[in-house]
């Protein structure tokens, strides 16, 4: 289906994509990778009168690092995270761009555009959130960050007022002897999960010190699960901690049952799922190169 008419802007700056969609109201929407958007507008479930497009920004697709974190530009693709060796610093950061559906879409889709989609089945929130993340947000009364938990309010709802958009995205690069690991369960590549795991880790020896653990695709918003990091923290990896850990995440999922599985049947899937990135998780933060590529049905 073709989308309803619209008017198309072509922003020359950042600056000037605020100014547009202050001065041209609700009916404005930017337009960055166009992967969500577009086919949201050939549905026709979005219709809006004037597109302002950020793909002719120059300086807006970066990975750059600083003081100690990644910062990435809005407009930076999926593939160019992907390929990055800076990215690879952050192996959980890698695993999630590579994995992101298909080529096609890597090529076109962007980070900053996939955390304000704030899709409940998009990877990209779910990852960033076991990382100390940061988002840059561009207003016509100027720039603030905010941290990613209180950036994404609900499904399809962020912090963003309607004139302001993302700019940049901040994430620390955890200590050493830290690991982390994404892994999704999906039916083909260019799909949307049908569950996912992100653990992130921080070990002494075989103790774990710090545990960050949150699952996508099982409620309206990525869910920390607090306590399946409790179960981790200050233990080593025995049977009985790592069973705590997956019910703790079985119990905090809150899945619908859709075509892709039932309620049920998401909740025993997640916790198998926080297994095995915890293992993986675990190998890559003592130093070991592990590869983790997400599992099709
Ligand atoms: C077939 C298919 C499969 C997919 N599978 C997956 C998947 O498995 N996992 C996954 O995570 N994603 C998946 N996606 C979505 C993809 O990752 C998109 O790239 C992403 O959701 C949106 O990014 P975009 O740059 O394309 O944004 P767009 O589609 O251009 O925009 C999305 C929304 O964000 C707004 N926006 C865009 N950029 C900004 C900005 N800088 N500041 C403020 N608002 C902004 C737009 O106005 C729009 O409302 C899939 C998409 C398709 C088409």
């Known amino acids: 289906m073709y989308p309803r008419a619209f008017h198309y802007h072509r922003a020359g700056s950042l600056t000037e994509a605020v100014t547009m969609l202050s001065q041209l109201g609700d009916d404005a929407k930017l337009l960055a990778g166009g992967q969500s958007l577009i086919p949201l507008m050939k549905l026709r ?7 302002v497009d950020l793909n002719f920004i120059s300086g807006t697709s970066y990975i750059q690092e600083e003081d100690g974190g990644l910062r990435f530009g809005a407009l930076t693709r999926h593939a160019e995270i992907a390929d990055s060796a800076l990215a690879a610093k952050i192996p959980i950061v890698h ?43 561009l207003g016509t009364n100027g720039e603030r960050t905010v941290p990613l938990a209180g950036f994404v309010k609900d499904a399809y709802t962020t912090a ?31 799909v949307y999960p049908t569950a996912s795991a992100a653990v992130q880790l921080t070990m002494d020896g075989d103790v774990c010190k710090d545990a960050a653990i949150v699952l996508g695709c099982v409620g309206l918003t990525a869910i920390k699960v607090t306590d399946a990091e409790v179960a981790l923290r200050g233990h080593s990896f025995t049977d009985k901690a790592i069973k705590a850990a997956m019910e703790a995440a079985s119990a905090a999922a809150d899945p619908q049952s859709d075509m892709r599985g039932s309620a049920d049947y ?21 130093g070991e190169q592990v590869e983790v590529s997400h599992i099709y049905a």
């Not at 955390?115 to 993340?133: F, I, K, N, Q, R």
């Open 45 to 51: 479930f979005a219709n809006p009168g004037h597109l």
């Open 266 to 286: 998401k909740r025993t899937l997640v916790g198998a799922l926080v297994k095995r990135a915890i293992e993986a998780a675990s190998h890559r933060a003592r």
């Open 160 to 190: 963003l007022a309607h004139d302001e958009l993302v700019s940049e995205v901040r994430v620390k690069i955890p200590a050493k002897g830290s690991g982390g690991a994404y892994i999704a369960f999906k039916r083909s590549a260019p």
């Open 95 to 137: 695993d999630c761009a590579a994995g992101i559906a298909d080529v096609q879409v890597r090529n076109r889709g962007t980070i900053g555009g996939s955390l304000a989609e704030a899709d409940p089945s998009g990877d990209w929130a779910v990852v960033l959130m076991t990382l100390a993340t940061e988002v840059r947000c």
